[in-house]
């Protein structure tokens, strides 16, 4: 089971933003996209990553001026990614490790994905119920 499994299984777009623009219009799409975090992109390279947490570490030191501020300066710009290649359960082991909960999936330094904790606990438990449904038929068939 690998990052690519869970890549596969969706489908859309990879919402991100510019390091340069205002954290309110940063705000405004993890509100209509209904998402916790945003990749910082510089062309094709990731260089932060823009979380619900950065939003509320920059109201608590900066008040409302903080919706006026550049993304650049309030993101997580220690940027922790991943391969397709790399297992759900190492990637699950690297977030709960480094208390993050979304990681961009990169190729050749160009972000291909992006996933978050509750998409590799969901795949994990999907697979889970499945071996188990299968262990059940193959139970009751005999």
């Known amino acids: 089971m690998t990052i ?19 954290v309110s219009q940063a705000v405004e799409i993890l509100a209509e996209k209904r998402i916790g975090a945003l990749p910082v992109l510089n062309g094709d390279k990731v260089v932060g990553i823009f979380s619900e947490r950065d939003v509320l570490h920059c ?16 993101m997580t710009a220690d940027v922790i990614s991943v391969e397709r290649t790399k297992s ?5 082991s690297l977030m709960t490790k480094r208390r993050i909960r979304h990681l961009p999936v990169v ?17 994990r438990i999907d ?9 059940r038929d193959y139970i009751q068939s005999t």
């Open 88 to 92: 759900v359960m190492g990637a699950l």
């Open 59 to 74: 109201l608590r030191q900066h008040g409302r001026d903080a919706l006026d501020h550049a993304v650049r300066d309030v």
């Open 4 to 22: 690519q499994s869970i890549l596969q299984g969706r489908g859309g777009e990879i919402y991100s933003c510019a390091a340069d623009i205002p």
């Open 107 to 123: 190729e050749d330094g160009k972000l291909v994905g992006f996933v978050s904790i509750g998409d590799l606990v969901k795949y």
């Open 127 to 135: 697979k889970i119920e499945g071996e188990a449904a299968a262990m």
